[in-house]
DNA sequence: TTGAAAGCGCTAACAA
DNA sequence: TTGTTAGCGCTTTCAA
């Protein structure tokens, strides 16, 4: 494999004249360019990244963090990150960390060896101490779960509003008895969503039945099975389910088709994050849409600057309620 | 940030000893190795990756080229091999190609930019003659769909065998008229399995009826979903339909589902590649397993070796046809 | 067992 | 406009 040595020699110029033609640097007659380029071509040249990112002490690496690639509510969010930085020539290392702080470890210390430039932290599980402590010294963007006094910038929806929405909507078409399956209270968002849950019910003057409010472990179809197995066997059932994920929607569904009942008819349901299975699913899921590809980008794009050095604020982007079959008999 | 130079000029060594003492070396003196390790420790000195992966001419990190993100077919066999690859210190490139030429350019010139060390490649539409091309100079292995003469070694499974047996299993359950939902035959995958749904029929003499067989030109749901449209107008209906994967299968039975049909009593499924959501459709589905998770950390494995310089053999997998409700009521 | 020094491939400051 | 040269941070050969 040629290096630039070799081509400089070909083209007889010297490699600081063959660097300039290979970053498009305009103090290069059109003349001695060709010569290079017609250099670079004949010996089949490709530039080394390893050289120029030692030298210029970079990776034009990002690293996004997940707790687990398979969640669909990451796709989309992902693709808006990727190809932000795939403009900006940088590539993306997509790491899933399963919730395990060894493995988040690993990835934090590829940013400290240097081989990655930044991270989009997106799993609600980091440890936020080594996060915040690392931020001090490396470039670190938060999307979707977030901590606001950590000092790390991050973009994010209204997960109260959006949840105050969603369980209004089910009370606007007549459900009071209304369940609630959350995740840990440990996560912002499962805090925000169930304070929107709340102040919907409050307003209407619905008291809160605490045997309504259940907790998923995790955000995968078999939580929203287990958790609605649980839901299904109280005594006074409710007649409304309002899920934090559309996962846990998903396997709430599957939970009262087996029990012979009918979504909406005899239980109305509401997902969050409108992925796509929730279109699939038989009724199709009433939901949350966020505008995940944006989340992305933007992300992406504060990343970058961040490691430019610049000052980045955070954003709170909109959100909808896409109403379908689940909520609509 | 410190370097080793620093490091060096703290512990009172030079930086070969420093080295030395960071890549594990036994030649170092207990009391020396003491004295680098307290200098590391109080510089907080991380090695830096750039610097030791230009001497080394290697950037450990292996691109995976997949279709699209949001297939579930790719989740565990990803998580073969980055497991196997972090093991190994290696890191994982995930890159999905969206069947898009350019966009696979872009990847295949990061591994001759030295950014990347070898490829998993596991889409099916990648451009054969590019990707033989560079295999002729770069470390590349195929995963689940492959060329047979191009050189290039993979890990599959028996896809003629794999589709036989499943149509096997609808003919012994009294079904006949059965329906091929395929995907497009420049696709190896689709040919292999076409030839195995054939070969059961005809060991039955059960004549080939052409209206049964379709084609859908994405293995997403709505092209399931269109797939079965087309095949539920049929004058003579099919009793049974096998899609070559499980999203065409859950697609086929949202469709029969929407037209008010029952699966399995009118018309039984059977799908292909035992994705996580298989198990939650209502009813669940039919299908056949491959050892995704092991198919990865083959493919890794086989790519290290590759990387190291050695020869390595081509390999299939066995698979499992595992009967659930979309068959047997 | 340890150190001096070369060099991986590139960019950029400085000189011409 | 182009060339010379130092140096990014590391590993490794060779010599001591």
Redesign the pocket.
Known sequence: ?A???Q?AREA?????????V??EQD???T???IKVEDAIKKMN????M???N????ESRILLILIPKISNPFYFEIIKGIESTALSHNYNILLCETDSNPARENIYFDLVKKKMADGIISMDPAVNMETLTELSKTHAIIQCSEYAPNSGIPYVTIDNEEAAYRAVKHLISIGHEKIALMNSDDKFLYARQRKKGYQKALEEHSISINEDYVCRADELGFEYGQHAMKKILSLKDRPTAVFAVSDLLAIGALKEINSNGLQVPNDIAIVGFDKIDFSNMTHPTLTTIGQPMYQMGTIAAKMLMNKIKGETVESVVLEHELVIRESTSG
């Open positions: 494999m290096n630039i040595q081509v007889g110029v010297s490699v600081a004249t063959v660097s300039r290979l970053n103090t290069v007659t003349k001695t360019r040249y490709e530039p080394s390893l050289g120029r030692l030298r210029n002490s």
